[in-house]
């Protein structure tokens, strides 16, 4: 790191500390997903969202997540020169 820079410890008594201060809070973020969770399960329980659905529709949607989950990924990697070497 760069001397000065505002990662660093306070090196002098008159230095102020300031902490990492995440955007999402940890208590929001567990609230957030157990709501998220329970409306899942009260809507799993009523007949209203009991809708058929084709299954290969269902398939062919989590590919194409996959795939473009993946490739934002792997963007990501190689922009930051990490390469994983699977095949030897």
Known sequence: MEEGSSGDLPTKSTDEFKPFV???P???FWHAATRAIVIGFLCSWSEIFNLPV???VLV????I???L???RQ???MLSKDIHLHILR
Do not use: A, C, D, S
Not at 60 to 63: E, I, K, R, S, T
């Open 54 to 56: 084709f299954w290969p």
């Open 26 to 28: 940890e208590f929001k």
């Open 65 to 67: 997540l996959v795939v």
């Open 60 to 63: 062919v949607y989590w590919l």
């Open 22 to 24: 995440r955007r999402l």
């Open 74 to 76: 792997i963007q990501h």
């Open 69 to 71: 989950t993946m490739r």
